[in-house]
């Protein structure tokens, strides 16, 4: 039997880096760390209860692992803070090229960095797509289609020619 740790209540340094085993988490429960840079390996879990809380401040985090969190979470800063970003991760992509996103049902959002920005929604589901619409040139983003060996979706650039392309993705089912 491992033995108990004792729960950080507050932490406050310039940068935390908190490794964890297989299997272990680290649980913040009514807690507060405070940092400019934290690194988390493998598991985060922030689970607060209806009488305490479990905050988190950094600015900058990097997190290789999952990320659970039990309630709901909220951005409050001004016009130049979002709650998920995507726009430093656009991949060149040669015409022809494919990406898959297996096991999946949910809306994709395709943003074409060549083409000033054209972005282009699509609801995956149902075995079915639909591209409910796009921001610029008609196609200028490639198209999705349903995949059942994959048990979801494959977007193809049929665009002609290579393209920058950023995906942010919302899964709302673990198959198609």
Same mark, same amino acid.
């Given at each position: 039997?491992?033995?108990?740790? @004792?729960?950080?209540?507050? +932490?406050?340094?310039?940068?935390?880096?908190?490794?964890?085993? #297989?299997?272990? &988490?680290? =649980?913040?429960?009514?807690?507060?760390?405070? #940092?400019?840079?934290?690194?988390?390996?493998?598991?985060?879990?922030?689970?607060?209860?209806?009488?305490?809380?479990?905050?988190?401040?950094? @600015? =900058?985090?990097? +997190?290789?692992? !999952?990320?659970?969190?039990?309630?709901?979470? &909220?951005?409050?800063? !001004?016009?130049?803070?979002?709650?998920? !970003?995507?726009?430093? @991760?656009?991949?060149?992509?040669?015409?022809?090229? #494919?990406?898959?996103? =297996?096991?999946?049902?949910?809306?994709?959002?395709?943003?074409?960095?060549?083409?000033?920005?054209?972005? &282009? +929604?699509?609801?995956? $589901?149902?075995?079915?797509?639909?591209?409910? $619409?796009?921001? /610029? +040139?008609?196609?200028?983003? /490639?198209?999705?289609?349903?995949?059942? /060996?994959?048990?979801?979706?494959?977007?193809?650039?049929?665009?002609?020619?290579? &393209?920058?392309?950023?995906?942010?993705?919302?899964?709302?089912?673990?198959?198609?």
């Amino acid at each position: 039997m491992a033995a108990r740790q @004792t729960p950080i209540t507050y +932490l406050n340094v310039s940068a935390v880096n908190i490794s964890t085993t #297989t299997g272990q &988490q680290f =649980s913040s429960y009514n807690s507060s760390i405070t #940092t400019s840079n934290l690194v988390i390996n493998n598991t985060l879990t922030l689970q607060p209860t209806t009488s305490r809380s479990a905050n988190l401040y950094s @600015t =900058s985090m990097n +997190l290789y692992g !999952d990320f659970t969190l039990y309630g709901t979470m &909220q951005n409050r800063g !001004d016009t130049t803070t979002y709650i998920a !970003d995507r726009s430093s @991760t656009a991949l060149s992509y040669a015409n022809g090229a #494919t990406v898959n996103f =297996s096991n999946f049902s949910g809306l994709i959002i395709v943003n074409n960095t060549n083409l000033t920005g054209i972005v &282009q +929604l699509w609801l995956c $589901g149902g075995g079915s797509t639909t591209a409910i $619409g796009a921001s /610029g +040139l008609s196609g200028g983003t /490639g198209t999705i289609t349903h995949n059942a /060996g994959i048990a979801g979706y494959t977007w193809s650039n049929n665009t002609g020619t290579a &393209q920058n392309i950023s995906f942010a993705a919302i899964r709302t089912r673990a198959e198609a």
